[in-house]
């Protein structure tokens, strides 16, 4: 008889495992079909191959699904705690902890001798990891951008053994219509990391020039599309609800392309809000202070414009014999297409050391 362990999370997150058991006689019964069927048929990151597992096998434990939990699943977990190589005793910065994946793993191997630094731009995140990590006299929690954080720890002196950088919007956000990063869900246009920053999306939406929008939905987005999109938004302010924005490119672009184009638009959107290509050039400026020597960075990014800032940041940095940084990486570290984890299909690391 086969077992078959489905981890759909990391088991210091206290979420309980899914056991299917496969390959036996006895079918599963009506009730644990639909049991299972429910409760997790509708979570998009459910792969093929599980769903073909469940049909054959028997739900043993039921299981809530990361979006039920509100948790977020930590990406390329296995390739970041490679690259990073955690040890006892070490001290670890994550400069994008959200709700805290990646960085229980770390604290974890770390162990009590550890320190860790956990830095967010989202207050959401932030109750999160008081909830999880605000016991641990050994955590400190930065309520901030990752740029300002930085800037204020290497005055502070301090560094770290490993950095992590995991950049962009993470599942809850997409998650709660209220945050309005997401097109499939109605809410307010807003898409604000930090719920402190006073431009929303549709303050861009409702104010910029049909030649802005159509820079950014076309250098951030790559939207071939962009100017068209741009004048049809001018064209029908004020815009203020996903909904709203979502129906015109909808009747701009067509039934046939909005499948693609809306990803692309809010995706693009999102980054103008948060300025995160200007937050990840001026983070890559200071982060090999952040390091001790020897220390490890890894940097997470899911756009192919990050991608090749991180790129070219780790190029020069460990070029000839000034080098501050040698690469671990000569290509990035790519999220499988078969991942559980959707975010994970587009996720690129790159790792280097001081
Ligand atoms: C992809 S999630 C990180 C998930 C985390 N690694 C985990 O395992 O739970 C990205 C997080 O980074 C935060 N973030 C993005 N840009 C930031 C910035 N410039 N400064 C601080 N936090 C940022 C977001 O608010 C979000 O919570």
Redesign the pocket.
């Known amino acids: 008889m086969r077992i078959i362990l489905i981890r759909y999370h990391n088991n210091s997150m206290n979420i309980p495992y899914l056991l299917v058991r496969n390959k036996q006689k006895q079918k599963p019964s009506q009730k644990q079909k639909t049991d299972y069927w429910a409760g997790t048929l509708d979570e998009k990151w459910i792969t093929k191959r599980v769903v073909i597992d469940m049909t054959v096998g028997l739900v043993m434990t039921k299981q809530k699904t990361p979006h039920q939990n509100k948790q977020?699943?930590?990406?390329l977990?296995e390739s970041v705690l490679q690259v990073l190589s955690p040890k006892a005793g070490q001290s670890y910065l994550?400069?994008?902890?959200?709700?805290?994946?990646?960085?229980?793993e770390v604290l974890d191997i770390i162990g009590e001798s550890g320190s860790a630094t956990l830095?967010?731009?989202?207050a959401n995140?932030i109750t999160e990891l008081k909830k999880r990590f605000g016991d641990n006299e050994n955590v400190e929690l930065l309520h901030?951008?990752?740029?300002?954080?930085a800037t204020g720890l290497i005055r502070k002196g301090k560094q770290f053994d490993m950095v992590?950088?995991?950049?962009?919007?993470?599942?809850?956000?997409l998650d709660m219509p209220e945050r309005g990063f997401s097109y499939a869900r109605e809410g307010p246009l807003d898409m604000r990391?930090?719920q402190q920053q006073a431009t929303t999306a549709a303050d861009l939406i409702n104010t910029m020039s049909e030649d802005e929008l159509t820079h950014i939905f076309r250098s951030y987005g790559e939207e071939p599309r962009a100017r068209r999109i741009a004048r049809a938004i001018t064209t029908h302010r004020p815009i203020n609800r996903t909904s709203q924005l979502a129906a015109i490119v909808e009747d701009t672009v067509g039934k046939r392309y909005v499948g693609g184009t809306l990803p692309r638009v809010f995706q693009a959107l999102r980054i103008a809000v948060?300025?995160?290509l200007g937050?990840?050039s001026l983070?890559l400026t200071v982060l090999p202070k952040l390091l001790k020597p020897g220390g490890r960075m890894a940097i997470?990014s899911f756009h192919s414009l990050e991608d090749r800032l991180v790129k070219q940041f780790i190029k020069q940095a460990s070029y000839g014999l000034e080098a501050t940084l040698a690469n671990l990486t000569k290509k990035p570290i790519k999220g499988s297409k078969n991942d559980l984890h959707p975010?994970a299909r587009s996720a690129m690391l790159r790792a280097a050391v001081k």
Do not use: C, K, W
């Open positions: 977020h699943h930590p990406v977990l994550d400069l994008t902890a959200g709700y805290g994946g990646h960085a229980s830095v967010d731009r989202d995140a901030t951008d990752f740029v300002t954080a992590l950088a995991d950049i962009g919007v993470s599942s809850p956000h990391m930090d948060n300025d995160e937050q990840l983070l997470i975010r």
